[in-house]
């Protein structure tokens, strides 16, 4: 994970939290138990950041970020959204407690505000949630690690994800499929180790389309950020089986990965719904 600047673009305005596109390297806290941005966190927000018109025009009442880590993407997505100015309330969650200090110190130097909760993925949160949240970000611990390294205390509970790097990932999934409403969107970080063709075919089961939004290869590592949509196109029946799917998406994000594999480093922003 290389730890390169992100986009640091200024929009002049009136207030400390309406004059930045996404939140500012220089003003996010850090704690030596803690993930700072990296090229993954900046991918993310580069995502959301390319879907910015989409996202404003959805309008999203509640919007969550699952590992809040730093606060670098949940601030941005508040910079982004206009904040609880424009109705919206923001949730986020971190496992480390250390997180959610540096979070609300990042937010703090932003001028933003969001309910913070110290928990594992929504653990206590699925019942007050369920179906309602517009909006759900996450960069989840997707690094292939040995499965005893998985959530343990401090900042390798940012990267640990297990065997494929799967295991945190797989247990996200089910919980992001409870919270979400009806027109929830979800952008979630993957790995190519991760396959995230076979994630796209596990949402698919659930009812979900997909699609790449950007995709960024390093030396080190070729990410993909993945959008996930409730899609009334595809038929669920009652075993989570697809009966009927008018869309195509599954195979169209399978092209992607393959396309944007062959390409090798690269930096490439798709179109979104």
Not at 123 to 128: C, T
Request: glycine share 8%; hydrophobic share 35%; net charge negative.
């Amino acid at each position: 994970m290389n730890n390169f600047s992100g986009t640091d673009g200024w929009i002049p305005g009136n207030s400390l939290e309406m004059s930045y596109k996404t939140a500012q390297i220089r003003l996010v806290s850090s704690h030596p138990e803690v993930y700072e941005p990296c090229d993954d966190s900046f991918a993310l927000v580069d995502a959301l950041l390319s879907d910015q018109k989409h996202l404003l025009e959805h309008k999203p009442i509640l919007c969550m970020e699952v590992g809040c880590g730093s606060g670098y993407v949940i601030t941005s997505l508040m910079l982004m959204l206009g904040g609880e100015a424009n109705g919206a309330q923001f949730i986020a969650t971190d496992m480390n407690p250390h997180a959610i200090t540096v979070t609300r110190e990042t937010m703090e130097a932003h001028g933003v505000h969001a309910e913070l909760i110290n928990t594992d993925i929504a653990s206590g949160l699925e019942s007050r949630l369920a179906g309602s949240v517009d909006l759900l970000v996450v960069n989840p611990p997707y690094v292939p690690t040995p499965e005893d390294e998985v959530g343990r205390e401090g900042i390798a509970s940012a990267w640990a994800g297990g065997e494929n790097g799967r295991s945190v990932i797989d247990k996200i999934l089910p919980v992001a499929d409870k919270l979400l409403s009806e027109r929830g969107w979800l952008y979630m970080v993957t790995l190519t180790a991760n396959n995230p063709s076979q994630i796209c075919r596990q949402m698919t089961k659930k009812g979900y389309a997909s699609r790449i939004v950007v995709q960024r290869s390093t030396e080190e590592e070729s990410l993909h950020i993945i959008k996930f949509w409730r899609d009334v196109n595809i038929e669920v029946d009652a075993n989570n089986g697809v009966t009927n799917s008018k869309t195509g998406i599954l195979d169209s994000v399978r092209s992607q990965i393959q396309r944007l594999s062959f390409w090798g480093s690269s930096d490439i922003n798709t179109s979104t719904d």
